[in-house]
């Protein structure tokens, strides 16, 4: 099981970007998945949780700006980012939990990270 994150780039204060994450391998089923951020120095957080059941969680600094959404059929998730912030530079990973896949199970799995810079 592999998760790759996309989309992170370089843009100016007030901007958006949209990153995806896309689950590949033999999965049965994955619960609930998230996006999760570490910047420079700092320790890594949790950004927004989507549960199995539609359950939005958001991370306070990020409320109001950023949305998760999730293409089941594509085992896919995505973080809509608007108005953003010097300080939401960082290195954005994203995370699946109990992954399901032929013969196998995985309490969580982890992407890459995807670098995501706001600066003018």
């Known amino acids: 099981v592999q998760l790759q994150a996309s989309g992170g780039g370089l843009v100016q204060p007030g901007g958006s970007l949209r990153l995806s994450c896309k689950a590949s391998g033999s999965i049965y089923s994955i619960s609930g998945m998230g996006w999760y951020r570490q910047g420079p120095g700092l320790q890594r957080e949790m950004v927004a949780h989507?549960?199995?059941?539609?359950?939005?969680n958001y991370a306070d600094s990020v409320k109001g700006r950023f949305t998760i959404s999730r293409d089941s059929a594509k085992n896919t998730i995505y973080l809509k980012m608007n108005s953003l912030k010097p300080e939401d530079t960082a290195v954005y990973y994203c995370?699946?939990?109990?992954?399901?896949?032929?013969?196998?199970?995985?309490?969580?799995?982890w992407g890459q990270g995807t670098l995501v810079t706001v600066s003018s």
């Open positions: 989507l549960s199995a059941a539609g359950t939005t």
């Open positions: 995370r699946a939990e109990d992954v399901v896949v032929t013969a196998d199970y995985y309490l969580d799995v």
